[in-house]
């Protein structure tokens, strides 16, 4: 059994580098340095990034994924029932996205945000059918 332990993600922050014009075509290995795994968390892990840009579109099909945005603000859009729906989000709010559901980031300015991401995640570069 793991041991519990203390995770000061404040600290984890610092270390990252700031990924400044992210994409949805933005590689794996570009976003690296921008991303990190804080602890694997039941069938996936607690997740921090610090960017600007906007992501692909990604759903998680084993759970509901839980955003909170730690510092600067995004954009979460969600596609429900076809439809994309815009939630402005910014420091200190946090939000469900609920299982299943595509969704992605804009944050022109940039954000610091902690997931607990259930994987795996599915990836589209373009709006998902």
Same mark, same amino acid.
């Given at each position: 059994?793991?041991?519990?332990?203390?995770?000061?993600? $404040?600290? !984890?922050? !610092? /270390?990252?580098?700031?990924? &400044?014009?992210?994409?949805?075509?933005?590689?794996?290995?570009?976003?690296?340095? *921008?991303?990190?795994?804080?602890?694997?968390?039941? !069938?996936?892990?607690?997740? $921090?990034?610090?960017?600007?840009?906007?992501? /692909?579109? /990604? &759903?998680? &099909?084993?759970?509901?994924?839980?955003?909170?945005?730690?510092?600067?603000?995004?954009?979460?859009?969600?596609?429900?029932?076809?439809?994309?729906?815009?939630?402005?989000? &910014?420091?200190?709010?946090?939000?469900?996205?609920?299982?299943?559901?595509?969704?992605?980031?804009?944050?022109?300015?940039?954000?610091?945000?902690?997931?607990?991401?259930?994987?795996?995640?599915?990836? *589209?570069?373009?709006?998902? /059918?």
């Amino acid at each position: 059994m793991p041991k519990a332990t203390p995770i000061n993600y $404040i600290k !984890d922050f !610092d /270390e990252l580098t700031f990924l &400044r014009n992210r994409t949805p075509k933005t590689t794996d290995a570009e976003a690296a340095p *921008s991303f990190k795994t804080l602890s694997d968390y039941r !069938d996936g892990g607690l997740f $921090i990034g610090h960017f600007a840009g906007k992501s /692909e579109w /990604e &759903r998680h &099909r084993q759970g509901d994924e839980i955003v909170q945005v730690i510092e600067g603000s995004t954009t979460l859009v969600l596609l429900q029932e076809g439809n994309e729906h815009q939630f402005f989000l &910014r420091q200190g709010q946090i939000m469900v996205i609920p299982q299943s559901t595509w969704h992605r980031f804009e944050s022109l300015q940039g954000v610091k945000i902690l997931t607990v991401t259930p994987q795996p995640t599915d990836h *589209s570069e373009t709006f998902p /059918e």
